[in-house]
């Protein structure tokens, strides 16, 4: 609890100064600040302001998000096994969403390949792209794929292998500094914030990066914005290359904007050969290729690619994907988030300190391609 105190602190005296404004309580009467205050000196609110988050600093939220209805379902999958044996559900996907009032034709599914926390808020507790669209107006749905998060019973067995260094090998790619814990300059990470690296660390889970189950994914992926209607995928990391591929399957994918692939996807004969790594790259019939070239796609990468061997390579193999996508007659396009004009930005930048400012890009996107119509 001694650790705690500086925010209770900071917390009460925050409190404080509101009650004494009558701009924080418009319309209030001196004499109610004045119960307000010894309310606030006799009860253990300062045990509130600790419980209230992990975080020692949390930023102020705006107004309350009013929601029309939330819930959540799964989506796709097979069944194992028999009558006289018994059967197992897997390999199916899980959707959480949350509807606005007053919400937006087109949804925003956001997908992460390992973890839909990185949507929910910034690593100093601030809002994230889940509650920041849902002002805005859209349909927000966090999607788990097949085997990862909530939808993690597969229909084959698998090892879970506790490797230490995993972190420090997440700060290397997340592109937080070249080697942890020495930091880029001006990076939008709270890097003096011990529990917002915590938290960034516990954040993580297997995610399978293989190409049958990038397809497994995406096939699981379709059947859900099936069922959701019209919707642009948001994603970071390896959910960009399983996007791509989702968009082969469903004509409700109506756009993808995707922070950071390492994957792609090729028409046969054009690009580089078809790959057995991680990522591919996949290669598919020039037909089934047209399907990317109906919808705009927008691919963004933060701050520091030079400093990155990998992500250098993913920044080259996305100028040739985008360089066939408008060959063929499509509206694809990579936004560099340091041309801009915002610098310091990691590998999840919808989770970095700027993130409202990479929310208005997303927003600028939607807007000129007619994606958040009501």
């Known amino acids: 609890m001694d650790d705690a105190r500086p925010a209770v602190g900071n917390c009460l005296r925050a409190l404080r100064a509101s009650c004494h404004s009558s701009s924080v309580f418009p319309g209030k009467t001196e004499s109610m600040r004045r119960t307000l205050r010894r309310l606030i000196a006799l009860t253990s609110i300062g045990s509130f302001c600790v419980a209230a988050s992990p975080f020692t600093a949390t930023p102020a939220f705006a107004a309350p998000i009013v929601l029309e209805r939330q819930g959540s379902f799964s989506v796709g999958g097979a069944l194992l096994g028999d009558a006289a044996s018994g059967h197992l559900s897997c390999d199916h996907g ?3 969403y949350q509807i606005p009032r007053r919400a937006r034709k087109t949804a925003l599914l956001l997908w992460h390949s ?3 926390a990185v ?3 910034r690593w100093d507790g601030g809002e994230g792209f889940q509650s920041i669209f849902l002002r805005r ?8 794929g097949p085997r990862v998060g909530r939808a993690n019973w597969g229909c084959e067995d ?3 292998k506790a490797v230490p260094g995993r972190d420090e090998g997440n700060f290397k790619a997340w592109r937080l500094g070249e080697a942890y814990p020495n930091w880029f300059p001006g990076i939008q990470f709270p890097k003096d914030d011990p529990q917002a690296w915590d938290q960034a660390m516990r954040a993580r889970y297997d995610e399978f990066d293989t190409v049958p189950n990038a397809q497994l994914q995406s096939a699981a992926a379709a059947k859900a914005v099936d069922r959701i209607g019209p919707t642009v995928l948001v994603t970071n990391s390896g959910g960009g290359f399983r996007a791509f591929m989702t968009a082969l399957e469903s004509d409700n994918v109506k756009g993808i904007v995707a922070y950071e692939p390492p994957g792609f996807v090729f028409p046969e004969g054009e690009g580089p050969p078809a790959g057995k790594g991680p990522f591919g790259p996949v290669k598919v019939s020039a037909e089934q290729f047209k399907r990317l070239t109906r919808i705009p796609i927008q691919i963004v990468y933060g701050d520091h690619i030079a400093q990155s061997t990998n992500w250098s390579a993913a920044y080259r193999a996305a100028t040739t994907f985008v360089a066939i996508v408008n060959a063929h007659g499509g509206k694809a396009e990579i936004l560099s988030l340091p041309a801009a004009g ?3 930005n990691t590998h999840l930048p919808f989770a970095d300190l700027n993130n409202v400012a990479v929310a208005d890009l997303l927003s600028a996107f939607l807007h000129r391609h007619g994606l958040d119509e009501r």
Do not use: A
């Open 94 to 96: 899980f959707v959480e």
């Open 114 to 116: 390992s973890s839909v």
């Open 119 to 121: 949507w929910q808020n």
């Open 137 to 144: 107006g859209f349909p927000i749905y966090l999607w788990d």
């Open 158 to 160: 698998y090892t879970y």
């Open 342 to 344: 915002l610098s310091g």
